[in-house]
């Protein structure tokens, strides 16, 4: 009598190729999920199109991926603002204007009125 008990060969291999393919499938996911902050929302269903996820799953990751582009929006417009807020603008424009010189060209034309 044979010991069912153990997996047969055939039975290990599929159950090592369906992890396998869960483990691929859950990396395409993260890894939209990490890049959705740079891509459109048609983007992100193009590239998750053939994963055939369920709709919940497909919503959930979109509006993640909407939440992180508004943080990320949200935290370089802070940065860029708490840069530009330091700057001494006159000081830095007179640096400016002591080492370049300027030169203004103008054309001047005066027409008759019809």
């Given at each position: 009598m044979a010991d069912d008990s153990k997996p047969r060969?055939?039975?290990?291999?599929?159950?090592?190729?369906?992890r396998a393919g869960l483990s691929d499938t859950l990396r395409k996911v993260?890894?939209?999920?990490?890049?959705?902050a740079f891509m459109t929302e048609e983007g992100i269903r193009k590239y998750v199109a053939d994963l055939k996820l369920p709709k919940e799953l497909l919503e959930a990751l979109l509006s993640g991926a909407n939440k992180s582009k508004e943080e990320l929006t949200n935290r370089v417009a802070k940065?860029?603002?708490g840069i530009i807020s330091k700057i001494d603008w006159v000081q830095e424009l007179s640096k400016f204007a002591e080492s370049h010189k300027f030169k203004i060209k103008?054309?001047?034309?005066?027409?008759?009125?019809r």
């Open positions: 060969r055939s039975d290990r291999d599929k159950d090592k190729d369906d993260f890894s939209a999920g990490v890049s959705a940065e860029i603002n103008a054309e001047i034309e005066i027409e008759k009125k």
